[in-house]
């Protein structure tokens, strides 16, 4: 693993030279039902459908219920990729689970998940990477798999933003969404799987998208929550400068590390944060966007959960055939990014039957004894859904506006 440290350039996370490789033979996603429209959002912000498709391309996004939590979500995703892998939860060697809105601050949510599928045997830990937690985690639960620490790694990536947004800011309020996506990585010794592997880290970001209090440096209190602190907070043009700078970049850097061009991935899958970024990614690579999976329409930015949900459904659409290469990127909060260009064999057919074999209903995280917790809706929000909208924007044609230039194209 390698980090980026004072703006140097980031060392290099060794491709996959062993004879020991990591192929996703499992992958599984959920979102929660109940759908939040830009007309919505209309009702609660000064803001308009229009403004929202063209600057983001995002038109809906789903909120998850009150019983609903990212450890909730995360386990029906997580059973859905087992089911999809032909395993059973307890061959699962360690459970990597990449959140910036877990259940708690202790235990980690990692840990509910791995009591909520039933596994009695792996170690379980959460990766604190904002958007690029869930690309982190399948880079780590690869070098786990090359050393022969572990055979089967479930890697979940699962958010639930919509409890930490500050419903009077339009510019983060409008962004965001819930959802859990997985995928489950297992040894072989066939060719294929994770190839070339780019991570970064550019601490110069820290405070373009953070969340203020909660932590050690201010702890939760009255005064903190009547500051609002306790809401994402971020500075959208930096953010989409870096963005459309070090996704290609970055994704760039994972392609050649496998020995390849970006002309022969055949699909990109990139964070789904802003449709307008992931067209600078398109430019940035020199290719077309049928090149680059997007859903960002449907679901809005879910951080580290987004690459996992696009990839399931990038192949349960049957956008993937075995033999093809695919790279997942993302950026985020730190700033992070990372990108894995993997070389797929698993048969694209299994997902959907995976799917349908877990109902969400049958899939419990057990609560503590003794102890209610409040509301976790917040009001405003919840006095929104409590008024459901009627207009429901069909979602075949995304107006994605003009791309930006891609700052620094991607040439050496
Ligand atoms: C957030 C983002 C969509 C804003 O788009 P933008 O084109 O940069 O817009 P700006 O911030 O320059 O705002 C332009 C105007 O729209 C307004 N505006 C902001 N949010 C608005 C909204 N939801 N509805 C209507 N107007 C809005 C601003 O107040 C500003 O008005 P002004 O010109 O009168 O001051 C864009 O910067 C972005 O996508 N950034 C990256 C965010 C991201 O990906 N975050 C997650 C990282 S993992």
């Not at 809401?231 to 290609?248: D, N, P, Q, V």
């Amino acid at each position: 693993m390698s980090a980026e440290l004072n703006g140097s350039r980031p060392a290099a996370a060794a491709p996959n030279t062993g004879q020991i490789r990591a192929h996703v033979t499992g992958w599984g996603r959920y979102v929660p039902s109940r759908v939040l429209t830009n007309k919505d959002l209309e009702r609660l912000v000064d803001t308009s459908d229009e403004w929202i498709t063209t600057r983001t391309g995002i038109r809906e996004r789903r909120v998850a219920a009150a019983s609903e939590t990212t450890a909730s979500m995360a386990a029906v995703a997580s059973l859905r990729a087992i089911r999809t892998a032909g395993l059973d939860p307890d061959d699962i060697d360690l459970i990597l689970l990449g959140t910036l809105t877990p259940d708690y601050w202790m235990p980690s949510t990692a840990a509910l998940v791995k009591e909520a599928i039933g596994n009695t045997r792996a170690a379980a830990m959460d990766v604190s990477a904002a958007c690029s937690g869930f690309v982190y985690g399948f880079a780590t639960a690869q070098a786990w798999i090359a050393s022969g620490l572990a055979k089967h790694v479930l890697v979940i990536g699962a958010e639930l933003l919509t409890r930490f947004l500050d419903y009077t800011d339009r510019s983060t309020c409008i962004l965001f969404g819930d959802g859990a996506g997985a995928v489950v990585l297992s040894a072989s010794d066939q060719p294929g799987g994770a190839l070339g592997i780019e991570l970064t880290t550019e601490p110069q970001g820290a405070y373009m998208i953070w969340l203020p209090a909660g932590g050690a440096k201010s702890p939760p209190s009255a005064k903190t929550i009547a500051r609002g602190e306790h809401y994402i907070r971020m500075e959208g043009k930096e953010t989409y400068r870096f963005a459309t700078k070090t996704m290609a970049t970055t994704a760039l850097e994972s392609v050649r590390k496998s020995g390849l061009e970006p002309k022969d991935v055949a699909l990109f899958i990139p964070h789904q944060a802003n449709v307008r970024i992931i067209e600078a990614v398109a430019k940035g690579l020199n290719l077309p966007m049928d090149r680059m999976y997007t859903n960002v329409q449907k679901y809005g930015n879910t951080s580290a959960a987004s690459v996992p949900i696009a990839l399931a459904e990038a192949v349960n659409e049957g956008r993937l055939r075995v033999g093809d290469n695919v790279c997942i990127v993302a950026f985020g909060a730190g700033f992070t990014s990372g990108a894995v260009t993997i070389e797929w064999t698993a048969d694209p057919a299994r997902g959907i039957a995976g799917d349908a074999a877990v109902d969400p209903r049958d899939v419990h995280v057990r609560l503590p004894i003794d102890w209610d917790s409040v509301d976790p809706i917040p009001p405003a929000l919840a006095e929104l859904m409590a008024r459901p909208s009627e207009v429901n924007p069909p979602l075949d044609d995304v107006v994605p506006g003009e791309p930006e230039p891609a700052s620094h194209p991607v040439a050496r």
